[in-house]
């Protein structure tokens, strides 16, 4: 169950890709999808080097984890299933500044990004608040408070968030995108950006279904509240 639902958070990666290539300008549709596959491939080699032992090895004072480098093939069919799932997340915290930053970086400037958060931001916080969780005690300081993040609200969404928001804030505006007389941005493909939007639909199932762990009598209403809840913003 938790490999086929890795599988569905990993197809979000083609959501992303779509959706961004979409809502930007056609000179720009090459350097964004170019981006999505390099973040993925860059964090993914070093989620696997050394950020997964930093998330979720042998626990220090509740601040980081000090085992588990180079993930290898002897720690079981469920350490490795694991580890799977927690590199998709990985690679979806960092697509989301992907999206808030399309056309306003240079690709290398966005790749030194992509290190900082898969190095030390996305597994440091990831430990705080999910170290243990794969054990059922949590031994991260902020999991030893009580603090639930179900599915990466915050662990992903919010770290993907706060540094596209740090990034922004530097950049600063779009000259002449704001104000009376603002510039609308041209859409490249607004059919493009629509499947992309159904493509991160579909792996929505594999998120949140799968940060059950095992497809327990939860996953039906966990996926109920996954259709239900954007079919009714949407209509509203």
């Known amino acids: 169950w938790i490999l086929v639902c890795a599988g569905l958070v990993f197809l979000m990666q083609?959501?992303?890709?779509?959706?961004e290539t979409g809502l930007v300008r056609t000179k720009n549709s090459?350097?964004?999808?170019?981006?999505?596959?390099?973040?993925?491939?860059?964090?993914g080699f070093i989620f696997w080097l050394f950020g997964f032992a930093l998330m979720f090895g042998a626990d220090v004072n509740g601040l980081?984890?000090?085992s588990g480098f180079m993930y290898g093939d002897s720690e079981g069919a469920w350490g490795?299933?694991?580890?799977i799932f927690q590199l998709m997340f990985c690679?979806?915290?960092?697509t989301i500044t992907s999206g808030?930053?399309?056309e306003r970086l240079h690709f290398s400037g966005y790749l030194i990004i992509v290190v900082i958060i898969s190095s030390f931001i996305f597994p440091v916080f990831g430990h705080w608040a999910w170290s243990g969780k794969q054990l059922g005690s949590p031994d991260g300081w902020l999991g030893?408070?009580?603090?639930?993040?179900?599915?990466?609200?915050?662990?992903?969404?919010?770290?993907?968030?706060?540094?596209?928001?740090?990034?922004?804030?530097?950049?600063?505006?779009?000259?002449?995108?704001f104000g009376p007389n603002?510039?609308?941005i041209q859409k490249n493909s607004i059919p493009m950006a629509t499947l992309g939007t159904f493509l991160l639909w579909i792996g929505w199932f594999g998120f949140n279904g799968g940060s059950t762990f095992a497809f327990t009598d939860q996953v039906p209403g966990i996926l109920v509240n996954t259709i239900v809840d954007p079919v009714f913003k949407t209509v509203v």
């Open 64 to 66: 980081i984890g000090t």
């Open 91 to 94: 690679g979806t915290a960092i």
């Open 14 to 19: 083609a959501g992303f890709c779509c959706l």
């Open 80 to 83: 490795q299933a694991f580890f």
């Open 100 to 102: 808030a930053l399309a």
């Open 144 to 177: 030893s408070l009580g603090f639930l993040d179900f599915a990466g609200a915050s662990v992903v969404h919010s770290v993907g968030g706060w540094v596209a928001l740090a990034g922004v804030i530097v950049i600063g505006p779009r000259s002449g995108r």
């Open 30 to 43: 090459l350097n964004v999808a170019i981006k999505n596959f390099a973040d993925f491939s860059v964090s």
């Open 182 to 184: 603002k510039i609308e």
